[in-house]
């Protein structure tokens, strides 16, 4: 019986062209194994400029503080912590695609969570400078840790949402580093046994573990991707929700509201979609790898994209709707002066988020639309652009006019070391990608052969001898694998 | 350090491996392990190896991290340096439900990555042997270890009527990097089936 698990004729496959095993690993390592193009070159050099960047413009806010940057008394958060919260968002998909997609048995998955997860563990990279260098005495960051020191010891605050935070953020990257790393043992160890060069031997011989491949230890490392999954799922969801906490927990207009948490949740699996959806098309098509991450992938992640993007909408509208039904003033003010209105200081970025995020994923309701690669690639701009703008609209139009007319602020616009740092973070972004896109499978090896003979293009045909089975032989096969053979 | 001798036969076809495994043991060669390049569901229990308890472990982590957060917390805010925020009562469980779940988590997590590489003997820097580099690629490596008795032609014969495509003879210098499954393993139509 050739067919490991049947699967319905009518879903297309996930795995196109006439491939085997062996096939498979030679498409995947292909780009570790050859020497990278003259575009890799071109993007890691820009990427790396980025980083400098970055690196100056932090190094400047290190010397000469956080005055640096134009925050001031109201607008104490800025374009930094929008960064931070753009990131950490992006950092969702991976592990909902890795996990969640796992539990609830999606092959799909296995043609883009590697990729995916390791953008996650990068965006969460990035997402954590900004909190750090945002201390201002950055060398006195370790006091966010309870640790027992000289004063008193006083403990860190554990009913703060900010502390809540640094145990997120640093577990969710730990758990998502853990759980990636550990699929990546069997690949590192197929890249070693082909390695014909002396350091590739080495680096792949170090980067593997020993893996061999046992029964045994497959045994094992089913039930830790599956205990993992389990854990990363509920993982994923607290993360974002104690990063609104940072915001519903105050008594700040427009922020002091309960459904933020799953409001965040939606617009981080969006954005982190949209964010997979840039790269994986870039990726697919630098590195040919479109028989794996095929067009049923991309159009399945917009999908999620539409949906997402109209939780996100209908959070949107509630929020405006219980401004209204509140009948504070000035929850009222914060969204329909502050935001809703066109011609008030901030108005732009409100509407500029609401086309965006809302407006423009509708276009995905056409099924044209879910399988054009430039309108895709568009969209996943444009829905990043939106979401930044949202993490925008929610802090400086909350802050810039609060309770006190005096202390309003004037118009913020960051300095040319507030938008550097972001910058630096896209090149810390992008550095790392370039350099996992050349020296890590951006495709789970293991996971596709194991799919491969139910999902494969070229085994597909053969359900249709298993379509006409009686129910009774069929349920024989599957419970006594082989055994008639 | 003693040295084993293996007849090592390569299997190009799930399909051909599963019942060649259950044939092999059933002829009462002893199976010392089988490589595959990815996960094949089913066949640890074809093999007689018993299921993980790995999952076991990580519950116990999960509730260890359960239980330093809730205490660690409760004894830094109620008993060594209580706070008064506005009011509110030195034992707020609610507030620290987070940070709780976050540990929680972590232990877990991180226990039993540590606890799978110490099973299965993985970290940097180990060398272990799997008989075929292409098991990591396309090829289903069947090691069966040879003892006294065991005629190799005759094994090497068998080997290849179940379906084996290549069948060689292979000597290993015995040790932890060879894996120790002796313990795992039950012997066929002894304990496995008589739990069924």
């Known amino acids: 019986m050739s067919l490991l698990r049947y699967e319905s004729q009518v879903r297309p496959p996930i795995v196109d062209g006439n491939k085997d095993y062996h096939q498979v690993t030679e498409d995947i390592c292909r780009p570790v194994e ?47 912590i929008t960064n931070f919260v753009w990131w950490v968002g992006i950092g969702h998909a991976g592990t909902l695609i890795s996990a969640i997609l796992l539990l609830f048995r999606q092959g799909w998955r296995t043609g883009v969570n590697r990729a995916a997860e390791a953008m996650t563990i990068f965006a969460v990279m990035c997402a954590g400078q900004f909190p750090i260098w945002h201390m201002g005495r950055v060398w006195n960051g370790f006091f966010v840790l309870p640790y027992p020191n ?8 554990f009913n703060s949402p900010l502390l809540w935070d640094v145990f997120a953020i640093s577990t969710y990257f730990t758990v998502s580093l853990l759980f990636w790393y550990s699929g990546l043992l069997p690949d590192m160890a197929t890249l070693r046994d ?146 809703l209105n066109l011609n008030s200081p901030y108005g732009w970025s409100y509407w500029l988020m609401m086309g965006c995020n809302v407006l423009s994923p509708q276009i995905f309701w056409f099924r044209k639309m879910r399988r054009n690669l430039l309108v895709t690639f568009f969209m996943s701009i444009l829905v990043n652009i939106g979401m930044w703008f949202e993490r925008f609209v929610i802090i400086v139009t909350s802050l810039y006019r609060d309770y006190l007319p005096s202390s309003w602020s004037t118009y913020y616009t960051p300095t040319i070391w507030e938008i550097g740092f972001y910058l630096g973070t896209f090149g810390l972004f992008f550095t790392c990608y370039f350099l996992f896109s050349k020296y890590f499978p951006v495709i789970a090896i293991a996971e596709i052969k194991h799919i491969l003979k139910k999902n494969g293009d070229n085994y597909k045909s053969q359900m249709d001898k298993v379509e006409n089975e009686s129910i009774e032989k069929f349920a024989d096969d599957e419970l006594h694998h082989g055994d008639h053979h | ?68 957060a809730v205490s660690f917390i409760t004894w830094a805010l109620t008993v060594d340096w209580q706070i008064n925020f506005g009011g509110k009562p030195f034992f707020s469980l609610p507030a620290w ?23 299965c003997q993985l970290a940097p820097f180990v060398k272990k042997d799997h008989f075929n580099p292409r098991s990591t690629d396309d090829t289903f490596v069947m090691a069966v270890e040879c003892t006294d008795k065991t005629s190799e032609a005759e094994g090497i014969a068998f080997l290849q009527s179940v379906g084996a495509s290549e069948v060689s003879v292979q000597y290993r210098e015995t040790g932890w990097w060879l894996g120790r499954y002796d313990r795992d393993t039950t012997r066929f139509g002894k304990k496995v089936e008589a739990a069924v």
């Open chain 2, 97 to 119: 439900i987070p940070i709780t779940f976050e540990l929680t988590v972590l232990f877990a997590a991180v226990g039993m990555v540590l606890t799978f590489c110490w099973l």
């Open chain 1, 150 to 157: 000289t004063r008193g010891p006083l403990w860190v605050n």
């Open chain 2, 1 to 68: 350090m003693s040295v084993k001798k293996f007849i090592v036969g390569n299997f190009y076809d799930e399909a051909v491996l599963f019942p060649a495994v259950k044939k092999v043991r059933r002829a009462g060669y002893k199976i010392h392990d089988v490589y595959t390049p990815f996960p094949i569901h089913g066949l640890d229990k074809e093999m007689g190896l018993k299921d993980t308890s790995l999952h076991v472990a990580g519950f116990i982590y999960g509730i260890t991290g359960t239980t330093t």
């Open chain 1, 34 to 80: 050859t020497k990278p193009s003259k575009l890799w070159w071109v993007g890691f050099i820009i990427s790396l400029g980025l980083l400098g960047f970055g690196f100056v413009s932090v190094t400047m806010e290190v010397i000469y503080g956080t005055g640096q940057w134009n925050l001031g008394k109201t607008i104490g958060w800025g374009w930094d």
């Open chain 1, 194 to 339: 082909r390695a014909k060069e002396k350091w590739r031997k080495a680096f792949y011989g170090v980067a593997a573990f020993g893996w061999t491949g046992s029964t045994k230890h497959w045994q094992r490392h089913e039930a830790l991707s599956l205990v993992l999954a389990g854990l990363s799922t509920p993982l994923v969801l607290s993360v974002h929700t104690i990063v609104s906490f940072d915001f519903a927990t105050s008594v700040i207009p427009g922020w002091h509201t309960t459904i933020f948490p799953p409001y965040f949740v939606a617009g981080a699996v969006f954005s982190g979609f949209a964010m997979v959806q840039t790269l994986l098309l870039i990726t697919r098509k630098v590195l040919a790898l479109e028989d794996y991450i095929t067009i049923e992938h991309i159009e399945v992640m917009n999908k999620v994209i539409v949906l997402t993007g109209s939780i996100v909408g209908i959070a949107y509208l509630t929020e405006l709707f219980m401004a209204w039904y509140s009948a504070v003033p000035g929850e009222q003010y914060a969204f329909f002066e502050n935001r």
